[in-house]
DNA sequence: CTGTTAGCGCATTCAG
DNA sequence: CTGAATGCGCTAACAG
């Protein structure tokens, strides 16, 4: 319609080669009265660049999550890359389809907060080039670099946080299966039970299944125990929920009955009354790692392989008033 | 390297015609020696069919939103679609941007919560035949069929569960963009209150921008004011937190200084002391047949042409604790 | 039952 | 400054 062949459309199209005003503006007029839209489908396949990008998340439905995914977007989308969001659900089973699924479309990039298990279809995406960041989760092998937080630092001040109030009975609550997210919490608050030379007690260790049925069972065990502790740590927002929703059955109050931290803000916990003393984690600052080390491997791809390291940042606890001085 | 030809591979990979046993065998062993993935893009480009299709809300840092993309990414995955999420953050430039976007990549369906600015380019995907489906708002224009919550209804419902009580002066919280769920929710109210001959007053109805700081301030003043409500409606979260947080800074509690209703339900305010009585949305059946309606679409493309009608489902009071009768 | 071939819509050489 | 021709990796006729 404009006379000109498609090449010159292309290079129009992509600033790639110098035409001539006259000729680009009959190129763009036709454009615009054909309606035109070139087709990112055939660019992708001549290319070898899909511009977009997958994120992996246990559940969308998990506000940290739901922030996480959000964080990504953000920072994508003023790059012109679509976003793909795949939940597994936990499952291992659905990780490996969308991975595959991932492949197969040929993503430049994925984000992950893998599953627990192990999971070889991960190292095909280094074997194609794509680069892999880890969030959030450490996977059991490594195939590329992880953005997390310092579980273990922040398990260890909550638990001294509580220990410099008095407790000595000091009870954690943490999800089943046992990711590295879990694993550096409980570890954390070993070591600080340790480092104060206070006896690590197995029945005050719960650990449950992520889900809030069998999280409220749990809660109601150990609030009914005879010699309950004085203190509890809930280690994500399920256990929190659990808690509190056990602690209203059984009609005790914070901080008087117990003393209670809980992982992950948000609006809700600090207009509780009391409000609650929460861990902040730095989600934010988790996704533009991320990203930033995202981008760079997309950038360089085939170049230099130089590994990037992992990388681990501090969370915050936000005191609030639901713990006591005993 | 299983000496056949490329059309024996493909009719092998979709099961589109008699293959014998043994050569399908070689061509499947040489698919896993080569560690061959067909290309989505690739097959994109000759079938025109894309299997992703794209969710498009105003943030999924809103729990109400975030459950509709867990909820259609529920749904659609099993079926081997991808599901590609857009965040509009309420900017209809950003939404614009998205739109053109999701049209370059030609994807196969599209479901949007849309922003409340008229958006041309969702005329073109009707001309390019892909199905387009409304959900939770309603357009402007009408480019394709509407899910969403019956809010009139709930809003009257809301508000006569007040009146009931005894409350004459109930005040109602609503944000800016004027939403058709806004539009909805205060034209129940107005019913509501016309219905029993109450006076409507229009320093009841409180506008605010939707941002936790604005909210905070209108409800400052609302609390403050010489006579103040008896009853506040919170027609969404963020107006919910406003309240709460300016209750919390008054020392106003609930139900005693005020009664409260708010909207959307979630774990949290069922734990708050008193519980919270709030508004329940289905959210599950609105992705249900919000998908239900796409998928149907997009099955018979440009086949007849009929047109699907809108569908507005009832919500749900779930009645707690936060209302006393006076 | 299988192979040959054309074409999907672009980007990209290579000529001119 | 522009055009012709090739190929990206598939599917779908059509032939055999």
Redesign the interface.
Known sequence: MAGVSTATVSHILNNSRPVLPKTRQRVLRAIERL?Y??????R??TTNI?R?VAVMVA???N?FF??I??GI??RI?PH?Y??????TDEQAA?EA??L??L????VDGLIIAPTGETQPLLG?FA?HQIPLVFIDRKPPESYGPVIAVDNFSIGRKATEYLIRLGHQRIAILARKPMLSTVLGRLGGYRQALANHHLPIDDSLICITEHD?DAVAVSARRLLASPNRPSAIIATNQIMT?GV??AM?EQKLKYPDDISLVCFDD????A???PPLTAVRQPITQLCDVAIDTLQQAMKRKSEKVSPTPDLFLQAELIERASCKSI
Chains 1, 2 share one sequence.
Do not use: K
């Open positions: 309606n839209r070139p087709s990112a489908i055939a992708s396949l899909t977009s559940d969308l439905t506000p739901a922030a995914v959000r977007e953000d989308e012109g679509n976003l793909i969001v795949c939940n659905r389809r969308y595959e699924m492949l197969t479309r040929r095909e074997h809030l929920v509190l929703q209203q948000n609006p809700w916990v207009l509780f009354d």
